[in-house]
């Protein structure tokens, strides 16, 4: 008997149909795969034969053939496993599925029957075809992300007997229906610092708190154990949240990047992600790619902070990568079978010592490289990164007597008021554009949204030039005044905003 079984595959971030035909004939007994299967959907028969027997049915003894269509789209991973097992049980007369058709499935499945997660189900709940009647079946562990999809119907078990049981039965009183999100923020978790606990450094965190509130790349410069990291990684706390498209968009991301068999329930991801890679990283996890197509560290940062630390130390072939999402807010990954887009905006953020031994810009020690060594280590880092960094700034080292008595600063939560309150003016801004925050705007909106008087433009212009800015430099300058300006729920920059923003450009 001939069966028709839809399914989806991941293409990078989308989820591409895909029909798994099973033809099972009399005759002598055989398997065969065909359609572009990769080494995970080829074993899967010996996944799938072991997993019926434990429901207690036998599907061998039959010549049976196996059609994975489209025929020129490369299948991996294991999320065929299930499609193929109902193909096989029904084609070969096991069982028998009322309305067969309206059925989506994706899942993996072990030898003794049980459903396991696999990755992008977010993916294919977003691409299953509203209102049509389609209902999509996956493994329960999975079942988080379907319910993000507002409306979508969906059955979940955690056996392969538990899910043909349902199917057979009719299945309608085991259909949900998602609700969409329904938890929309999470408290800051108490792992991150607060500023309240960072001892002076008022420069650093106001740098901290406009590079926030604009979502600008930021660069830190001081000497070794000035305290650096421990502002960077306080900078979670005064991140706005995520309004519900970003919650989707970034979730997505982490559903297809979830480990195979990855038991853990998978949470929605309802905070600004902060993604800190190693300065080992290789060009594959920082960008994505590699054989399976997954997201890197930058798309996995999407709508939130990719962190840097020891930025140097970094491969500069690595760092170049970055400079086309950083630019577009998208990777493009070319492959054989068609160029993969993930999605990458984020807001970069990179801590480095001025100098191999660190005390180049240090009042009180004195630097022990030679000049060559010094100029070396700059050169690490392009111009055209330093150029894309739009706040730059120089952290001194503390003075031991502050430590004293311990002055709580402000605290995080206070800055975060602050940063949500000019965020909610970008967004008014912005509505209607596909611009989210001042750092991503275009030039022309850069002048528009500045509103400057005659003499403020004069007087930036003049600065651009005393400080030799490119163009972009010049209109990178505009949007750190314009978010310095909106924390001051100011309409129009000023002299002064401009002056703090270009106090941001000493470094460059
Ligand atoms: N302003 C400060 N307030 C409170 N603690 C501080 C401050 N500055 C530094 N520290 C303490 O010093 C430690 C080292 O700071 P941190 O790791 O941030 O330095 P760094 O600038 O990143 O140095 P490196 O260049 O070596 O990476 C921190 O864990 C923190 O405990
Ligand atoms: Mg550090
Ligand atoms: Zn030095």
Redesign the pocket.
């Known amino acids: 008997m001939f069966q028709r079984i839809r399914s989806y595959c991941l293409f990078g971030i989308k989820a591409v149909p895909v029909s798994v035909e099973v033809d099972a004939s009399q005759g002598l007994p055989g398997f065969t795969l065909v359609g572009l299967p990769d080494n995970a959907v080829r074993e899967s028969r010996e996944r799938v034969v072991s997993a019926i027997r434990s429901v207690g049915k036998v599907v061998t003894g039959f010549r049976t053939t196996v059609n994975l269509s489209p025929a020129d789209l490369r299948k991996e991973g294991s999320a065929l496993d299930l499609p193929l097992a109902i193909g096989m049980l029904v084609a070969t007369g096991e069982i028998e599925v009322p309305k067969l058709e309206r059925y989506v499935f994706v899942g993996e499945l072990s030898l003794d029957g049980l459903l396991k997660p696999v990755r992008g189900v977010l993916s294919v709940a977003m691409s299953l075809p509203r209102g049509a009647d389609s209902i999509l079946v996956i493994p329960k562990a999975n079942s988080a992300e379907a319910s993000l999809v507002e409306g979508l119907r969906y059955i979940c078990s955690d056996t392969l007997s538990e899910c043909v049981e349902i199917l057979e039965g009719g299945a309608e009183n085991s259909i949900y229906v998602a609700k969409g999100l329904t938890q929309k923020s999470v408290p800051p978790s108490s792992a991150i610092p607060d500023f309240r606990?960072?001892?002076?450094?008022s420069g650093v965190k106001r740098a901290l708190e406009v590079a926030a509130a604009g979502a600008h790349n930021f660069l830190?410069v001081?000497?070794?154990?000035?305290?650096?990291?421990?502002?960077?990684?306080c900078l979670p706390g005064i991140l706005p949240e995520m309004t519900d498209e970003e919650i989707l968009e970034t979730t997505r991301i982490h559903s297809c990047a979830r480990r195979a068999g990855d038991s853990e329930i998978f949470r929605p991801i309802l905070s600004r992600p902060f993604r800190t890679p190693h300065h080992s990283a290789s060009m594959v996890s920082l960008v994505g790619g590699g054989t399976r197509l997954l997201p890197g560290e930058a798309s996995l940062a999407h709508n939130g902070v990719l962190f840097l630390?020891?930025l140097p130390e970094f491969n500069r072939s690595v760092l170049e990568a970055l400079r086309e999402p950083m630019e577009d807010g998208a990777i493009s990954v070319s492959r054989a079978s068609g160029t993969v887009m993930w999605p990458a905006r984020f807001m970069m953020g990179a801590?480095?010592?001025p100098c191999p031994c660190?005390f180049a810009m240090d009042p009180k020690r004195a630097c022990t490289c030679l000049p060559d060594a010094r100029k070396r280590y700059r050169e690490r880092i392009s111009g055209p990164l330093l150029d894309r960094i739009d706040i730059q700034v120089s952290?001194p080292?503390?003075d031991a007597g502050?430590?004293a008595g311990k002055p709580e600063g402000e605290s995080s939560a206070t800055i975060r008021e602050r940063v949500c309150a000019a965020r909610n003016i970008q967004h008014r801004r912005f509505a209607g554009t596909h611009f989210k925050s001042n750092a991503e705007m275009s030039s022309e909106c850069a002048h528009q949204f500045a509103m400057m008087s005659q003499a403020t433009e004069r007087f930036a212009i003049a600065a651009a030039d005393k400080m030799n800015l490119s163009a972009r430099g010049y209109y990178r300058l505009l949007k750190v005044a314009r978010t310095i300006a909106d924390l001051r729920k100011n309409e129009s920059v000023e002299i002064p905003d401009l002056s703090e923003a270009l106090r941001y450009k000493t470094y460059s």
């Open positions: 606990n960072v001892v002076g450094m830190l001081g000497s070794p154990g000035a305290g650096k990291t421990l502002c960077a990684r630390d020891e801590a480095m010592n660190g952290v080292p503390v502050m430590f």
